[in-house]
């Protein structure tokens, strides 16, 4: 199998980050705390696009160099690789398509945390539009979590959502929904076996 994986809120608890430290930035900046936990990544608030880049200068980098992948995340990306499926990593992270030194700052941390952590890949792209660049890659199964990406994906590929709280109101009949990386290994070998 072709399977592309996304890396925030798959290969690593984005929102956990999110919500811990943007609530501790709320509170040392006299900030309005969120105004919805449910919302996707930084839509919890109410922001300007000061205070969102000055968090991110805060905050973000930490999180793009040092936070951990999910449990199991390595061992089961491991385990396909093994049985000889194909393993694309496709993000659209913040900055990670610009082309300029920014964007080339983000790609060389994203390529460093994943040598960092031993995350296996075939490959690794960085799209602005990432369902919509997706497709020439003929994926059989998306890995995503975002709910403004996988109504595109559903559009041309089987999508495991990794089950988060601000994904909850996707449905699809070519969507399952995933709660761990044992789970999505599980729900791999079914589809194999179909």
């Known amino acids: 199998m072709r399977i592309g994986i996304d890396i925030d809120g798959v290969l690593t608890n984005e929102d956990e980050y999110l919500l811990d430290t943007t609530t501790k930035y709320c509170y040392e900046n006299n900030l309005e705390n969120y105004i919805d936990a449910t919302k996707y990544e930084t839509r919890k608030f109410n922001w300007t696009n000061n205070t969102l880049n000055n968090y991110r200068k805060e905050y973000f980098f930490n ?38 030194t920014e964007g080339n700052n983000m790609r060389k941390n994203i390529k460093d ?15 602005k539009e990432k369902a919509k660049e997706s497709k020439k890659l003929n994926l059989d199964l998306m890995i995503e979590d975002s709910p403004e990406t996988i109504p595109e994906y559903l559009k041309f590929v089987k999508v495991f959502c990794y089950d988060c709280r601000y994904n909850q109101n996707i449905k699809d009949k070519n969507l399952t929904r995933v709660y761990s990386w044992y789970d999505i290994y599980i729900k791999i070998q079914e589809l194999i076996k179909k």
């Open 113 to 127: 945390w994943l040598d960092k952590n031993n995350i296996y890949y075939d490959e690794l792209y960085f799209f």
């Open 63 to 100: 999180y793009v160099k040092n936070y951990p992948p999910r449990l199991y995340a390595k061992e089961i990306i491991n385990k396909l690789k093994n049985e000889n499926n194909k393993i694309y990593i496709i993000t659209s992270r913040h900055l990670s398509f610009e082309d300029n």
